[in-house]
């Protein structure tokens, strides 16, 4: 099977995510996507993150019923900073002889340079990476990221939807709607819930 992984912090999930998502498992014709919420958010340091358990329940609820979307909550089991090369060889043997497909937006691939053993991990994944309303890196510059890295990188094509889960959490904490950038079921958990200070 060619299986997607699409790991985050989820804080909260949104419809950026869920395009990805969606779009990646067409365009890559993936049997399924993993969403894995990250456990110890070790590199979002700077701020508070809503618990692992608020952050799962609003992916299982996003994700709702769907055969192709998955919720593994292989990382907030395992103890201290998960890295994602650790994460990808744990879905390896979880998973063997499936071909993995790490999803990511580009911003989060500018962050390749701070990953662990970045040389391994594209040797684990094929990255399918979607531009977040920026340019996409030329093969050259993907290159001098991490050398190899061109031929590992596949585009996903996608609307630039410009939600992020920062935006999200100002909105909820200034009491602004939700609606229509993550689906209802989210955004009623976390008014009931009162995550964010709203
Ligand atoms: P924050 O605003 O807190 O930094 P975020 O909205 O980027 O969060 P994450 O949970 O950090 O959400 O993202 C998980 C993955 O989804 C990352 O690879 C990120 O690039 C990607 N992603 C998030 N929002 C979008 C979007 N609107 N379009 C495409 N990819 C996205």
Same mark, same amino acid.
């Given at each position: 099977?060619?299986?997607?992984?699409?790991?985050?912090?989820?804080?909260?999930? %949104?419809? @950026? %995510?869920?395009?990805?998502?969606?779009?990646?498992?067409?365009?890559?014709?993936?049997?399924?996507?993993?969403?894995?919420?990250?456990?110890?958010?070790?590199?979002?340091?700077?701020?508070?993150?809503? &618990?692992?358990? %608020?952050?799962?329940?609003?992916? #299982?609820?996003?994700?709702?019923?769907?055969?192709? *979307?998955?919720?593994?909550?292989?990382?907030?089991?395992?103890?201290?900073?998960?890295?994602?090369?650790?994460?990808?060889?744990?879905? @390896?043997?979880?998973?063997?002889?499936?071909?993995?497909? *790490?999803?990511? @937006?580009?911003?989060?691939?500018?962050?390749?340079?701070?990953?662990?053993?970045?040389?391994?991990?594209?040797?684990?994944?094929?990255?399918?990476?979607?531009?977040?309303?920026?340019? #996409? #890196?030329?093969?050259?510059?993907?290159?001098?990221?991490?050398?190899?890295?061109? @031929?590992?990188?596949?585009?996903?094509?996608?609307?630039?939807?410009?939600?992020?889960?920062?935006?999200?959490?100002?909105? &909820?904490? &200034?009491?602004?709607?939700?609606?229509?950038?993550?689906?209802?079921?989210?955004?009623?958990?976390?008014?009931?819930? #009162?995550?964010?200070?709203?």
């Amino acid at each position: 099977m060619r299986l997607g992984v699409l790991g985050g912090t989820f804080d909260p999930v %949104h419809h @950026g %995510h869920l395009v990805l998502a969606e779009r990646a498992r067409e365009q890559l014709k993936l049997g399924k996507v993993l969403w894995l919420p990250a456990g110890d958010p070790w590199r979002k340091a700077d701020r508070q993150v809503a &618990a692992a358990k %608020h952050r799962v329940e609003m992916v #299982r609820r996003a994700i709702g019923g769907s055969g192709e *979307f998955e919720l593994s909550t292989l990382e907030i089991e395992r103890e201290g900073p998960t890295y994602t090369v650790d994460t990808l060889a744990a879905l @390896g043997d979880q998973y063997p002889g499936d071909e993995l497909f *790490f999803l990511l @937006g580009q911003d989060a691939l500018e962050d390749v340079l701070n990953w662990r053993d970045p040389e391994r991990l594209i040797a684990l994944a094929t990255l399918a990476v979607a531009a977040r309303g920026e340019e #996409r #890196r030329s093969p050259a510059a993907l290159d001098r990221l991490v050398p190899g890295l061109s @031929g590992r990188v596949t585009w996903i094509e996608m609307p630039h939807l410009e939600i992020s889960a920062t935006e999200l959490r100002q909105r &909820a904490a &200034a009491g602004q709607s939700l609606r229509y950038v993550t689906p209802d079921a989210v955004a009623t958990y976390i008014r009931e819930q #009162r995550l964010y200070g709203g």
